[in-house]
């Protein structure tokens, strides 16, 4: 049976009294006692090993133990820190207990002789922990295993580098003012398989083909982290297997502990996809699966009390999903959190969303367990130490990948692995022949042509191009190049039955890809429905498609195979491609499943990024920074903004711990940061200066130090101190911030924008409310996604019916102003952002005016992808306005107005469809 240290409540006043008594003693004992390991006399063995660091001046006290690995009978493991650097800590303490094998001795004192500490144990001074070799042993990970590292967060602690850092980091706040007790905290066997049913055996075998668990796979679900429910990080090179362990985990939380998971994973095709590969699980073993995208999922979730569900989310909606809990005080219903591509926590954007919504859970629910999954992370010990986790890593791939770099005509072979110079990384491979003629050479002069038609179209080709507009002139490129007979001959029935499918169901086929289709080949990037890339990837995964030209995002977006891979050039966007997206993309040739031949990738490049590139292939892995820190610690304000508002921090202390227990506390020094302290005091004094927050007694006293900035408008009698303890709540403009999800400028933008139409409402259509709506997501000038097409703005604007010409009145836009930009070719100017707002509306008005997505494409020249990605957004901004409206008076009359544009959006305008979408089973989806 498994144990560990359990928090069970949080101790009464009386009893951290006493338990403070006994540490105070301890602490003022002057021990030092910097490490030992706990040997045992009986076989000489050490079996397991405990740190005290204790050291005089610091009251620093953490203990580490670790469980004997080698033996039945265990010793309880956990990491306990306590950690008291301000006189109020004395009055917070944590009880906890050892199991009977080995009890921690009361007193440590310096003149008691050390082996009397312990009856059978001895204590070893001055031996520095050291525990990888002994855990490498007893989990029994063979050293000849190349690559697979383990490593607990006690190892990554104690190591050099982590002893560099100041240690008090690494207390976890949530252990003070707890008692802890042993836990049976294993799970109720449903079977062989892991504990779970072998239904879920050969369902797991059935559905994806597979005969057995990779050794590695196995392996993994016998860590130490996962017997004792610890955090743990692994990482395996693209194509390893890893999503198959994270699925053996989600089903044994909910069909043995009983549970719900959260599964994160990186975008919304990703998440359907997943939804429809469990959804046969969730069938057969009668568990819920439900999908948590921009408009769909319910926040708080229903509750099923006989059956558990495991969230299949983005990171956007995962974050509202899990404060939504807490709100509802139902974090507790979430016993796994599993997060797919853990280095996007490096993002901008949606890293700090990431980031966040991780601190929050591991805050106010320290038994939840967190798994995330990477290929390509530079720095696992810092993700390590920011989710308290273990790591696992191995190097281990079941297809051979062979990477090939193409330098005019010469192909030379990649191998960086333990390789110092870059004459050894590259070795001539082959140079290429492939007969083109002068107008071939002059069209495709980087032979990308000659690389597919050595694969394709009996095996799959995916090409990465830079930009949109490269994938679709690739695949017009190739239609021009490729031979007629054998592109167009195979296949070809099923590739005119897609056509035919793609016209029926989106209304319309794109000019290119009626082209490129006939050959088998398909560009795939945003510009496209979701539709048309479902249909695509579908085709291509059967075989009935060949070559498929799209963007990087299609490397971590679409789970797509392919037995070749080309770079055409190592850039995304206009930046020098890095490490970890090269990975991404070269890891989707080869993988399993694909009848065992290797895998190939070829990167092509010009002689002017030569260099770049061999720089770039061996330079070590890209690192994840957290990005908190960026534009003047937004992310850190945002999460401030939402701990006050959802009450698990009420003052100035509570939120320096929640900020010590984010990544970017971890790098806050590499990132060139103040202390936490002043980063948390500093996002305090500006969000009082725009009164997001108050004190939420009047009772606080002065101090001019901390609100000096107040010294010309208020007398010192009207300044407050903010003290440590000091509660604080959030005022009506920060509550619309928090519940709508946005920062406080945002939020406080948004309500002057409303304020100021709310006198000229113009209500005689959806115009001006789909204007509000737009503004919500608006950057500076209103061109955010898409440039205006200034002809076709000027064209409809003397088109515009009577209704919306009152909008243009109430916004002050005057017909000179339209001439001059026509005139400029520009919107630039004095109304550049309500032109370039405008535009964006007008598109909109005719999306819910039930105008089909093609035609409106067509009008306004804009990717039908574009507009489907614009609705989207117009939703969730919807959404967002009504939440803030909600929490100021003023505003109630927008609520149902917003309300109804939510609606409407998110049917797509489809009136025909309400009373459908209103069946329950059907609701339940659009929450
Ligand atoms: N034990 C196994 N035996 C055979 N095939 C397997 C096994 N485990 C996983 N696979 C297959 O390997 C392929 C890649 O697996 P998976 O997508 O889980 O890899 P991954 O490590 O998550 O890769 P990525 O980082 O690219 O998402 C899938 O087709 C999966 O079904």
Redesign the pocket.
């Known amino acids: 049976m498994q144990r560990r240290i359990k928090r069970v409540r949080e101790l009464s006043p009386r009893e951290a009294e006493t338990e403070v008594t006994s540490k105070q003693r301890r602490l003022t004992n002057k021990v030092i006692l910097n490490a030992s390991n706990i040997w045992n006399e009986t076989d000489d063995s050490i079996f397991g090993n405990i740190s005290l660091d204790f050291k005089e001046n610091e009251d620093y006290l953490n203990v580490n133990i670790f469980r004997d690995l080698s033996s039945d009978s265990t010793i309880c493991g956990d990491n306990l820190n306590h950690c008291q650097n301000e006189k109020e800590d004395i009055s917070q303490s944590q009880l906890f207990e050892f199991n009977k094998t080995f009890k921690l001795p009361n007193d440590f004192q310096e003149e008691k002789p050390k082996d009397e500490l312990q009856g059978t144990y001895k204590f070893f001074d001055d031996i520095r922990m050291d525990c990888s070799e002994t855990i490498f042993k007893d989990v029994n990970i063979s050293q000849t295993n190349v690559g697979t590292l383990y490593e607990t967060r006690g190892d990554i602690q104690n190591s050099e580098d982590i002893k560099n850092h100041n240690l008090q980091g690494l207390s976890q706040i949530y252990w003070q003012t707890q008692a802890f007790e042993e836990e049976q905290c294993n799970f109720v066997s449903k079977g062989p398989f892991y504990g779970l049913p072998a239904k879920v055996e050969q369902l797991i075998y059935s559905s994806?083909?597979?005969?057995?668990?990779?050794d590695w796979?196995q392996e993994c679900l016998s860590l130490p982290a996962i017997n004792q429910r610890k955090n743990l990080i692994y990482a395996?090179?693209?194509?390893?297997?890893?999503?198959?362990v994270s699925e053996i985990l989600m089903l044994r939380e909910v069909l043995c502990r009983n549970k719900n998971v959260l599964f994160v994973l990186p975008y919304v095709s990703i998440v359907q996809e997943k939804v429809s590969s469990m959804s046969l699980f969730a069938l057969e073993m009668d568990f819920l699966i439900e999908e948590y995208t921009a408009g769909k999922g319910r926040c708080p979730p229903g509750k099923f009390w006989k059956r558990n569900s495991i969230f299949v989310a983005s990171i956007e909606k995962a974050a509202v999903l899990f404060d939504s809990l807490i709100d509802s005080k139902r974090a507790g219903e979430i016993g796994m959190i599993v997060v797919?591509?853990m280095h996007l926590i490096g993002e901008k954007g949606r890293g700090c969303t990431l980031e966040s919504f991780l601190t929050k859970a591991m805050f106010v629910n320290d038994e939840i367990q967190i798994v995330g999954?990477?290929?390509t992370i530079g720095n696992l010990r810092d993700l390590s130490q920011f989710l308290n986790a273990d790591v696992y890593t191995r190097n281990f791939r079941?297809v051979e990948l062979k990477e090939f770099i193409k330098c005019g005509n010469d192909i030379l072979s990649i191998d960086s692995n333990n390789k110092t110079s870059v004459e050894e990384c590259f070795q001539l491979h082959r140079s290429i022949n492939f007969k083109y003629n002068a107008q071939f050479q002059k069209v495709d002069p980087d032979h990308i042509a000659g690389l597919v038609s050595e694969t394709a179209p009996a095996e799959g080709v995916l090409i990465f191009c830079s930009t949109r507009k490269n994938c679709q002139n690739v695949a017009i490129l190739l239609t021009k190049l490729l031979s007629e007979q054998k592109f167009k001959n195979h296949r070809s029935r099923e590739k005119k039955d897609l056509l035919d499918a793609l016209e029926k169901i989106c209304g319309v086929i794109g000019s290119i890809l009626a082209d490129t289709i006939p050959f088998g080949i398909a560009y795939h990037h945003s510009g496209l429905t979701t539709d048309e890339r479902k249909y695509i990837e579908y085709a291509y995964r059967s075989g009935v498609l060949s070559v498929i030209c799209c963007t990087s995002t299609l490397a971590a977006g679409v789970?797509l195979?392919a037995k070749r891979v080309i770079i055409r050039a190592p850039y995304v966007g206009s930046s020098f491609m890095m490490l970890s997206q090269y990975k991404?993309m070269v890891?989707?040739a080869g993988?399993?499943?694909m009848g065992g031949s290797c895998g190939e990738s070829f990167i092509i490049c010009s002689s002017k990024d030569n260099f770049k590139v061999a720089q770039m292939l061996t330079s070590p892995m890209t690192k994840v920074l957290s990005s908190m820190y960026e534009e003047n610690a937004i992310g850190l304000q945002n999460l401030v903004l939402s701990a006050i508002g959802l009450n698990i921090a009420k003052c100035r202390r509570d939120l320096v711990k929640l900020a010590e227990t984010t990544l970017l506390f971890f790098q806050l020094h590499e990132l060139g940061g103040d202390s936490i302290e002043k980063t948390v005091l500093t996002i305090l004094k500006t969000m009082h200066k725009h009164s997001v927050w108050e004190f939420n007694s009047l009772k606080a006293g002065v101090d001019l130090s901390v609100f000096s900035y107040l010294d010309q408008s208020l007398n010192t009698t009207n300044k407050f101190a903010l003290c440590n303890t000091t509660k604080i709540q959030l005022t009506m403009i920060g509550k619309a911030a928090f519940k709508a999800g946005v920062d406080f400028i945002k939020a406080k933008a948004m309500a002057i924008e409303l304020r100021n139409s709310q006198k000229c409402m113009v209500l005689t259509n959806y115009s001006h409310l789909l204007y509000l709506v737009i503004s919500f997501n608006s950057n500076a000038t209103g061109n955010e996604m898409f440039q205006t097409n200034v002809s076709i703005l000027y064209r409809e604007y003397f088109k515009l019916d009577e209704n919306t010409g009152y909008l243009i009145k109430a916004l002050g836009i005057t017909e000179g102003q339209i001439i001059r930009m026509v005139k400029n070719m520009t919107t630039k100017g004095p109304v550049e952002l309500l032109l370039n707002r405008l535009y964006k509306t007008l598109i909109i008005t005719d999306i819910i005016n039930l105008m089909p997505i093609h035609l409106v494409a067509q009008k306004y020249d804009i990717d039908r992808g574009m507009i489907q990605t614009l609705t989207n957004q117009c939703i969730v901004s919807a959404n967002s306005i009504v939440r803030l409206c909600d929490q100021i008076e003023e505003f109630w009359c927008f609520l149902s107005l917003f309300e109804r544009i939510s609606t409407k959006l998110d049917k797509c305008g489809s009136v025909e469809l309400e009373p459908l979408l209103e069946l329950p089973a059907v609701k339940m989806n659009y929450g």
């Open positions: 994806k083909g597979i005969k057995s668990l990779y796979q395996l090179p693209t194509s390893g297997g890893k999503t198959l797919d591509e999954m990477s290929a079941p789970n195979p991404q890891g989707r993988r399993a499943g």
